[in-house]
């Protein structure tokens, strides 16, 4: 069944998204530590740091639940992700395919690499707000913000889109290294913006930067809803497994501890710095206050600060456009992962033109995170569970299937649900996360015992 990569391929290209990863091509620990210290020390944190006081959290609220997320997240890449990806050394997409088939696979492989596709549009409007500081000509967006804000930011997105997807086209070798260089001087650069902001400060008392108020009458966000969105921001990496194309070439599965990194560093530290400087933005405008992260750093650190926002934005875009290449290679087999990353890249900047999916970053990581991650629990049903229960392991390529109804039921039926709680009443999107999660695993064994035929036994 599996598509093996010509050999004559150059070692560079072979990124193996229909084999095992031989044990030649296996990675040490410091691709992957400062792969997650570039990736979660990025354009995010500039984005969601500001939230935190915009939704109106204290100062306990984010202290103590950066905290505990973040720790829960680390644990999860650990004991969850790692394991299993080191057992396996395959995509997400090439397991789901030997579990749901070509045809269902397909489908999530679309959904999948177009939230992706989102999420990387989202850094290419952070690293925009940077480069269109010096220009008056770029109109900056704001929290307001759902279309594009000129023809000069439109020309910004795209010159830097077009630099990023060619960085992704690369593999992940490269997208490593970059990361692993960036990393360290962009979290010097968010501490010099946090030290920065203090003194400048009417006063350092923390209730007084994270006062509990959201501002402009926008719902608020208290312990619980911080501890899980630190938790399950990266839900569709860890829960969902998408990191299983990382963690595939680490050689152990301690590697996962490496996420550490970009939780202690990023998503705890660069997310307390980011908001020190838009408390410092509130402090002069009020409420009409911008968190575009361009303007916001140049005040604080200068020009060093607006070269930070634009790798800052790169290191999370690239291994997110490589993701979604990824994705859609998997949709496609005979196309070539260049050609699906060059697609993911060219949607990733048409997205990157519109603010609202920077300037809305909690609810739609909340929501990409939700309809992502479910599909982990079927991997884990089947790669733990799947005897214990009486389920196929890898259903459809045992049985030669092409659509795992069993899966699709699974998947939708939690999904929908969600949906419907979100909309019709308004819950943090993050509350509802390992619910459906779990509802989802739970449905497949029941499914895959009462709806799956099983294979049919040959004879010696």
């Not at 900056?140 to 997807?165: E, H, K, N, S, Y």
Request: glycine fraction near 10%.
């Amino acid at each position: 069944m599996a598509e093996s990569v010509p050999v004559n391929l150059p070692a560079a290209t072979n990124e193996y998204e229909r084999t095992r990863v031989p044990d030649s091509a296996l990675k040490g620990p410091s691709s992957f530590w400062g792969m997650y210290a570039g990736e979660h020390t990025a354009g995010t944190e500039f984005m969601l740091g500001p939230l935190f006081i915009a939704w109106g959290a204290s100062a306990l609220d984010v202290i103590l639940g950066l905290l505990l997320g973040n720790l829960l997240a680390v644990l999860t890449w650990r004991y969850l992700t790692a394991p299993i990806a080191t057992d396996l050394r395959t995509t997400l997409y090439y397991k789901l395919e030997k579990i749901c088939g070509r045809k269902l696979v397909a489908l999530y492989n679309v959904a999948n690499g177009i939230l992706f596709c989102f999420l990387a549009g989202a850094m290419v409007t952070v690293s925009a707000t940077a480069v269109g500081v010096p220009f008056p000509g770029v109109r900056m967006p704001t929290f307001t913000d759902i279309l594009p804000t000129g023809l000069a930011w439109c020309i910004v997105v795209v010159v830097l889109g077009a630099l990023q997807t060619l960085v992704a086209v690369r593999g992940y070798s490269f997208v490593a290294r970059i990361s692993h260089l960036a990393a360290p001087w962009m979290f010097l650069v968010f501490v010099a913006c946090g030290l920065t902001a203090l003194p400048k400060l009417a006063s350092l008392e923390p209730s007084q930067i994270w006062t509990g108020v959201a501002l402009g009458g926008k719902p608020g966000i208290g312990f619980v809803g911080i501890m899980l969105f630190a938790w399950l921001c990266n839900a569709a990496m860890h829960l969902g497994m998408s990191d299983m194309s990382i963690f595939r070439y680490a050689r152990k599965p301690t590697y996962g501890w490496a996420a550490s990194a970009g939780m202690l560093l990023g998503h705890y530290v660069a997310w307390i710095c980011a908001s020190l400087l838009f408390a410092l933005e509130v402090q002069r405008h009020g409420e009409s206050a911008s968190n575009a992260p361009g303007p916001m750093v140049f005040a604080a650190v200068g020009w060093a600060g607006l070269i930070c926002v634009v790798i800052a934005g790169w290191t999370t875009a690239n291994p997110t456009i490589y993701r979604a290449g990824l994705a859609f290679q998997g949709v496609w087999p005979r196309m070539s992962r260049s050609t699906g990353t060059l697609i993911a890249g060219t949607l990733a900047t048409v997205a990157g033109l519109f603010p609202a999916f920077a300037m809305r970053l909690l609810d739609f990581v909340g929501i990409y995170g939700t309809v992502l991650a479910p599909v982990g629990a079927i991997i884990v049903v089947d790669h733990y569970y799947a005897r214990r229960f009486g389920l196929v392991q890898n259903w459809a390529e045992q049985t030669h299937a092409t659509f795992n109804i069993a899966a699709l039921l699974a998947w939708l039926l939690p999904i929908a649900a969600f949906f419907w709680l979100y909309l019709r009443h308004d819950i943090f999107p993050s509350y509802l996360t390992v619910p459906v999660w779990l509802t989802c695993g739970l449905l497949y064994i029941l499914f895959g015992r009462t709806l799956l035929r099983r294979p049919v036994a040959t004879s010696p």
